[in-house]
């Protein structure tokens, strides 16, 4: 009996002192898209370091969870691949408002044994493909656009993602773009109908993995999990014609572009953005704010962090497979942090 | 005669069937084994067992506020689960034959099938939402339902193996139904109920799902249990679906641990049932 | 509830009621997840009723949702798994109680329930790699006659019914063995005994042993089964998630308690989650029907007086004695 006192006893004890203790840091947590995780978890660690007493927590749901957890205020913070729909912003309790911090790409990935030349792609030729209407690799199509290559007779088989999200997303709402039989067949969201005969992968790790294992498969996933992975991707045509490959600079030239025709909330998609040097399927990803939060105190921290990762922080984007802001679009945005309510 | 030759052959037939899945169960846990330990004992160093989680590419990162935060969820989870999943599978196996028994029995059943992800929401729905913030507690609800059939139907099912002798006899020595039952026929049946509890331990040491909407997860070391906490299985989730090697063999290494500890806590349990069971007997 | 059967002493009743608010608190929570399964999931079953039940199409887009291809796979997938795991389990489960030398029982014990120590996350990415490029090989070198008929045909791919099934019985093999061999080993020895003198062999007298705890080895195997209905994250490393009907083992398929997990989390819009709650509710009422079936199934067993035993067999061994 004395034992099992003595053991309650400590239990409170640690408890309590655990309550304490984080009474005098400052603790916000958010939640949102798995994508940028990385780069965020390096920014908080790093701010961290710069103010001890602020412990900014963040869990990567997905993109649509975090919405939810922020329009729940279970949250103070979310982030998204993809911007709030009208009616989402419309069923919040309060005004919320988009940051973009960073910028991702989406390549197409693929396994042909033997090959070793980089394929191109265009936007109807992807399209074609993972609508099923492209069957095997040495189809026509995929000829015309990689004179000389000597493309095998294989089945392709598509892989794409299992469970909804950005990356499917920024991917689809490329498709929808540049071919009208997808948007009509199809449509655009972080979850499709998939034609029959596709394979769903789990996270971009199941892609990549189910496609670098499966001769002739075709999938989509982030650049930093091809990088990783060492799979090969390709090219892919842009508005202005060339062909470019995915990298942090080619990424950061789709959003160059946008700078100039931003809207004042951030919600923009830059799939298919022009400029010679533009990587077709790229996109923002934002972190999303109540315009008037209820806790002040966090809020004013979370203001001064936004202006430290808009800044200093992006100079950890490209390490990690991010593509930094470009400088028009942080301006822009250094502009818009008043909006939120500190007072 | 060759009915008799038939039915020892049979006999034989199937002691070798038993042997044989024995070891056919065993190729794909050394499989399985084989490919965590090569995987995480790689990352496993003090700095894992020291410190907190870091980003990619600094070195020194760890797990110990996921260690510690997932003793303390599944801790919460079997303070909830096992008094609720023994005392109802004695009522069920106590009054057997009743109609409200069979109800307790078929509605551990059904919540034994019921997916992990359907009672992480539902926990959500009960202990996030009115409160508008992720806690351990949640999170210990969560594992806690998910726990409560094994542990019930176990508790019965060995209950009501227990001969009726036992029973009587207590009961003709004047005891109380509860004295009886309690201090003469669950301590009967043990070893078993120990082997549901165990079972059902293990069975939610692995879940992501029902946390990550419940006890959320931390990047910093916490034992609030009405705040978020980090525990193994998310932890581990997070890291395996990045791109980065480094925080791969990280989740690896969590991986093994936390299949380490489940063994441990299993083995521990084993041992301290024996001791009692010894005690019990009076040798 | 006042049954004869039961005394009324105040000690007896103080029991009763104490361990019944227990089980009562089961049933409530139970009935709780059953109610919040049925309110959110009233957008959809407003808009598509029974339909649900019957319909291929899952199009978040253009909000069409029909759940028959999960209902499809889960069942399948599980009941799969429930027949590779099974006579593996319960030979394991013999070998343990029955069959091992005392020094071997309790290292056995151990490692059968190491297995269900593995995290399911383990079990998919141990899966993805290890197990699906086996089977890609295996339906590669499937003769063709084989692969002509509705079981094995498909291409090559490796994720599929097959490895499910195969992950899920893995998984599902510790539970329903640990159960069993429990169950066996409280049978009293003087059964086993009795089955001796009476010149059973070997096999024989643990066929009576399993007669003797049936309803417990049915509890075991239905244990397992419940495991395998709700497993989600190995399942969707290694299914193909693919919502489609298909016989093949070799086809990418989709499961409930998959594509709830996969799509739940990204969910938007109301009549999506809603669909999806839906689809939790599906399972939960299938769940309910498996149960109410095993339930008969127990009840049939448990009014057998005897096993059917050989008469002859009997006969015979009396004779030779």
Redesign the interface.
């Known amino acids: 009996m004395n034992r099992a006192r003595t053991y309650v006893t400590i239990a409170l004890m640690?408890?309590a002192?655990?309550?304490a203790l984080?009474a005098q840091k400052v603790?916000i947590?958010g939640?949102g898209a798995?994508f940028p995780?990385?780069i965020y978890?390096?920014w908080?660690?790093?701010y961290n370091k710069k103010n001890p007493n602020v412990?900014?927590?963040?869990?990567?749901?997905?993109?649509?969870?975090g919405?939810r957890q922020l329009s729940?205020?279970?949250v103070f913070f979310g982030a998204t691949d993809g911007p709030m729909?009208d009616?989402?912003l419309q069923s919040a309790p309060g005004r919320i408002l988009h940051f973009p911090t960073v910028l991702g790409g989406v390549v197409p990935i693929y396994n042909i044994p033997g090959l070793n030349t980089e394929l191109k792609f265009t936007g109807p030729v992807l399209a074609n493909i993972f609508l099923g209407a492209i069957t095997k690799w040495n189809d026509p199509q995929i000829a015309k656009i990689n004179p000389g290559v000597n493309l095998p007779a294989t089945?392709i088989?598509v892989v794409h993602r299992?469970?909804?999200?950005?990356t499917t997303y920024i991917f689809v709402d490329y498709l929808a773009k540049v071919s009208p039989e997808w948007k009509k067949k199809?449509?655009?969201?972080?979850?499709?109908?998939?034609p029959?005969?596709?394979?769903?992968?789990?996270?971009?790790?199941?892609v990549s993995?189910?496609v670098s294992?499966?001769p002739g498969a075709i999938g989509y996933v982030?650049l930093?999990?091809a990088?990783?992975?060492k799979i090969s991707y390709g090219s892919v045509q842009n508005m202005n014609g060339k062909f470019v490959k995915a990298s942090t600079d080619t990424v950061t030239a789709a959003a160059a572009a946008a700078a100039k025709q931003m809207p004042a909330d951030f919600r923009v998609s830059i799939t298919n953005a022009p400029g010679d040097n533009a990587y077709p399927i790229s996109s923002f990803t934002w972190l999303l704010f109540y315009e008037t939060p209820k806790d002040k105190g966090q809020a004013k921290v979370m203001v001064e962090f936004l202006k430290w990762a808009l800044t200093e922080g992006q100079k950890f984007a490209p390490?990690?497979?991010y593509a930094p802001l470009p400088k028009d679009v942080v301006d822009l945005e250094m502009k818009a942090i008043p909006k939120i309510k500190l007072g | 005669m060759m009915r008799d030759r038939w039915r020892r052959g049979l006999s034989h037939a199937v002691l070798i069937f038993s042997g044989a899945s024995v070891v056919l169960a065993l190729i794909p846990l050394a499989l399985i084994l084989f490919y965590v330990i090569t995987r995480g004992v790689g990352a496993l160093n003090l700095d894992f067992f020291r410190n907190m989680p870091a980003p990619v590419g600094e070195r020194g990162g760890g797990m110990a506020n996921a260690i510690v935060g997932s003793l303390i969820v599944t801790g919460l989870g079997s303070l909830f689960a096992i008094p609720i999943g023994v005392i109802a599978g004695v009522y069920a196996a106590e009054y057997r034959g009743t109609r409200f028994s069979s109800a307790t029995r078929f509605a551990a059943d059904t919540l034994n099938g019921v997916p992990s992800i359907v009672i992480g929401v539902f926990a959500y729905g009960i202990a996030v939402l009115p409160f508008k913030h992720f806690s351990a507690l949640a999170g210990g609800l969560a594992l806690g339902i998910m726990m409560i059939p094994l542990i019930m139907r176990t508790t019965e099912e060995l209950l009501l193996l227990v001969p009726n002798t036992l029973r009587e006899g207590a009961l003709a020595l004047g005891a109380t139904r509860a004295r009886a039952v309690f201090t003469v026929v669950l301590p009967a049946a043990l070893p078993g109920i120990v082997t549901g509890i165990l079972l059902a331990l293990a069975r939610i040491a692995g879940e992501t799902a029902p946390l990550i909407f419940t006890s959320f997860n931390n990047r910093y070391f916490s034992t609030n249990v009405t705040q978020p906490i980090s525990t193994l299985t998310v932890q581990v989730f997070t890291y395996a679906i990045t791109a980065y090697e480094d925080w791969h063999r990280q989740a690896w290494a969590g991986a093994l641990v936390l299949v380490t500890i489940v063994s441990l806590c299993s083995v521990l349990a084993r041992m301290a049932t024996a001791r009692m069971e010894r005690l019990h007997r009076g040798a | 509830m006042k049954n004869s059967r039961f005394s009324a002493r105040p000690d007896e009743v103080f029991f009763r009621v104490g361990t019944g608010a227990f089980a009562l608190l089961l049933i409530v929570i139970v009935g709780g997840i059953a109610f919040e399964l049925g309110r959110q999931s009233s957008l959809s079953i407003a808009k598509f009723g029974w339909q649900f039940w019957q319909t291929d199409v899952w199009d978040p887009v253009a909000d069409q949702f029909g759940a028959r291809p999960f209902i499809w796979g889960t069942l399948y997938s599980s009941i799969l798994a429930l027949l590779i795991s099974t006579p593996i389990a319960l030979g394991i489960a013999i070998f343990i109680s029955e069959l091992a030398p005392q020094w071997l029982r309790k290292p056995l014990v151990f490692v059968t329930e190491l297995l269900a120590a593995v995290p399911s996350i383990v079990y998919g990415l141990w899966g993805i790699f290890i197990l699906v490029p086996v089977v890609r090989q295996l339906q590669l070198n499937t003769p063709a006659w084989l692969k002509s008929t509705p079981f094995f045909s498909g291409p090559p791919l490796g994720v599929g019914m097959l490895s499910a099934a195969i992950v899920l019985s893995i998984m599902v093999i510790p539970f329903t063995s640990s159960v069993a061999r429990e169950v066996l080993k409280a049978v009293p020895q003087a059964q086993r005994e009795g089955a001796y003198a009476l010149g059973a062999t070997r096999w024989e007298a643990i066929r009576m042993a399993l007669f003797y705890a049936r309803t417990g080895i049915v509890g075991a195997i239905m244990l397992g089964f419940g495991r395998a209905l709700g497993e989600t994250m190995a399942v969707t490393m290694v299914i193909g998630n693919s919502p489609q009907i298909s016989l093949s083992l070799f086809s990418p398929q989709y499961t409930m308690a998959a594509v709830l997990a996969n799509e739940f989390a990204e969910a938007a819009g109301d009549l999506y989650l809603s669909a999806l709650v839906n689809i939790g509710l599906v399972l939960f009422v299938m769940t309910l029907i498996i149960n109410t079936l095993s339930r008969l199934l127990i009840w049939s067993m448990a009014r057998q007086k005897r096993p059917r035993l050989r008469r002859a067999a009997l006969s015979e061994a009396g004779q030779a004695a």
Do not use: C, M, R
């Open positions: 640690v408890g002192l655990g309550a984080s603790q947590t939640a798995t995780f990385p978890s390096k908080f660690s790093e412990e900014i927590n963040y869990q990567s749901l997905g993109s649509g969870a919405i729940s205020q279970t729909t009616e989402q089945d088989t299992a469970e909804s999200s950005g199809i449509g655009v969201a972080t979850s499709v109908n998939w029959a005969g596709t394979v769903g992968g789990k996270g971009n790790e199941g993995g189910l294992q499966t982030e930093i999990y990088i990783q992975n390490d990690l497979g």
